[in-house]
T-cell receptor, first 111, second 115 residues
Framework: SQKIEQNSEALNIQEGKTATLTCNYTNYSPAYLQWYRQDPGRGPVFLLLIRENEKEKRKERLKVTFDTTLKQSLFHITASQPADSATYLCALLNAGNMLTFGGGTRLMVKP | DAGVIQSPRHEVTEMGQEVTLRCKPISGHDYLFWYRQTMMRGLELLIYFNNNVPIDDSGMPEDRFSAKMPNASFSTLKIQPSEPRDSAVYFC?????????????FGPGTRLTVT
């Protein structure tokens, strides 16, 4: 069956460091992968989309990589700030604009 | 734009009662999605519509759940009868097809508690 795995344990890092979150999937051949941010009590907010033929995508302090051979995406936040503390969700796009989400990883950036 | 609007924000009801959740998508968006989020199962897609037509309802847990989209600016998710295991946060999201971004815009969610 299809599975998307994100580290369920919280990631704690110091302000200014680079945070790296991992998304692994099995039994998928997605054409697109997205990352969302979710703050407590709020809905997810779209951050980035990366296509299967793209190895890397950047947006300000964010960088996403997509390795279809390893079936893995890495999400990096450089120069992390306490305001980056949130849960980050990866999502794979299926046919018909349907998204399947991973369980999310909670990031805590300490000042 | 006000974004995706959901109501109510919180709902507490007793087992066996009917619950109706409401959603107003972003104007002009042609896709609408209903999700449920719990600690155990994460964020799950229940059903989605394209141009007001239900396309895939395979995520709807059982016949107690039903969803409608009578027009482009309104959708409902109904649970009848409700059960304690239905307690979760229900999100509505909308998106615009044909842009290539497939970005979904989520509402603030409805926190449902069934006692």
């Amino acid at each position: 069956s299809q599975k998307i795995e994100q580290n369920s344990e919280a990631l704690n890092i110091q302000e200014g460091k680079t945070a790296t979150l991992t998304c692994n999937y099995t039994n998928y051949s997605p054409a697109y992968l997205q990352w969302y941010r979710q703050d407590p009590g709020r809905g997810p907010v779209f951050l980035l989309l990366i296509r299967e033929n793209e190895k890397e995508k950047r947006k300000e302090r964010l960088k996403v990589t997509f390795d279809t051979t390893l079936k893995q995406s890495l999400f990096h936040i450089t120069a992390s700030q306490p305001a980056d503390s949130a849960t980050y969700l990866c999502a794979l796009l299926n046919a018909g604009n349907m998204l399947t989400f991973g369980g999310g990883t909670r990031l805590m950036v300490k000042p | 734009d006000a974004g995706v609007i959901q109501s109510p924000r919180h709902e507490v009801t007793e087992m066996g009662q009917e619950v109706t959740l409401r959603c107003k998508p972003i104007s002009g968006h042609d896709y609408l999605f209903w999700y449920r989020q719990t600690m155990m199962r994460g964020l799950e897609l229940l059903i989605y519509f394209n141009n007001n037509v239900p396309i895939d309802d395979s995520g709807m847990p059982e016949d107690r759940f039903s969803a409608k989209m009578p027009n482009a600016s309104f959708s409902t998710l109904k649970i009848q009868p409700s059960e304690p295991r239905d307690s979760a946060v229900y999100f509505c999201a909308s998106s615009l097809g044909g842009t290539g971004s497939y970005e979904q815009y989520f509402g603030p969610g409805t926190r449902l508690t069934v006692t």
